[in-house]
Antibody, heavy 126, light 110 residues
Framework: QAQLVQSGAEVKRPGSSVTVSCKASGDTFSNSGISWVRQAPGQGLEWMGGIVPVFGTARYAQKFQGRVTITADDSTSTAYMELNSLRSEDSAIYYC???????????????????WGQGTTVTVSS | QSALTQPASVSGSPGQSITISCTGTSSDVGSYNLVSWYQQHPGKAPKLLIFEVTQRPSGISARFSGSKSGNTASLTISGLQAEDEADYYCSSYGGSSSTVFGGGTKLTVL
């Protein structure tokens, strides 16, 4: 049974950076992607970006381009999401999810998140 | 990319059927049969209910079904049960490897 376990809650100052990790167990990344999704308090889901670990190719939502970096270490089945220049509006729960989207070479289509991590709460406050 | 449009709330009585709509554009919902639906209970991570418009992952009840017409996708829940009370989100592939979510719909079982 595939499972994703994320790192613990973080409290950060405005202007700083945060890195959230996501370790897969019970199943390898295989040819799946990992998507990162965030949810601000009382708000909806927002896709930030994704990566296909076996290839290391990351793609980002336009809103987060230049501020987020998604990486993965296929040897340890761990993905990472780093968000820079934090502001109060970045306070949210951050989820990683296995994305069983599809390859339409040379592009991976992220659209099918079937296993989710437990979420990591990031609080940005001065 | 703009978020897909969902009604803020819907409600129904136990045993009834309800439908949640999800309206996008010709650049996302209208262009790809890559719409997914997720259920989220308070304090929990989302759960995949439907992918590729109509497909159910293993273990998902047949009471959940999906469809699409033009730029609008729909999720129908038949035989409403108390445990269906949750938030529901649609998503669609939107090109350039990205996906976009709807704003979410709160389902109340009366």
């Amino acid at each position: 049974q595939a499972q994703l376990v994320q790192s613990g809650a973080e409290v950060k100052r405005p202007g700083s950076s945060v890195t959230v990790s996501c370790k897969a167990s019970g199943d390898t990344f295989s040819n799946s992607g990992i998507s990162w999704v965030r949810q601000a308090p009382g708000q909806g889901l927002e896709w930030m970006g994704g990566i296909v670990p076996v290839f290391g190719t990351a793609r980002y939502a336009q809103k987060f381009q230049g501020r987020v970096t998604i990486t993965a270490d296929d040897s340890t089945s761990t993905a990472y999401m780093e968000l820079n220049s934090l502001r109060s509006e970045d306070s949210a729960i951050y989820y990683c999810a296995r994305d069983r989207g599809n390859w339409y070479p040379p592009i991976f289509y992220f659209y099918r998140m079937d296993v989710w991590g437990q979420g990591t709460t990031v609080t940005v406050s001065s | 990319q703009s978020a897909l449009t969902q009604p803020a709330s819907v409600s129904g009585s136990p045993g009834q059927s309800i439908t949640i709509s999800c309206t996008g554009t010709s650049s996302d919902v209208g262009s790809y049969n890559l719409v997914s639906w997720y259920q989220q209970h308070p304090g929990k991570a989302p759960k995949l209910l439907i992918f590729e418009v109509t497909q159910r992952p293993s273990g998902i009840s047949a009471r959940f079904s999906g469809s699409k017409s033009g730029n609008t996708a729909s999720l129908t829940i038949s035989g409403l049960q108390a445990e269906d009370e949750a938030d529901y989100y649609c998503s669609s592939y939107g090109g350039s490897s990205s996906t976009v979510f709807g704003g979410g719909t709160k389902l109340t079982v009366l």
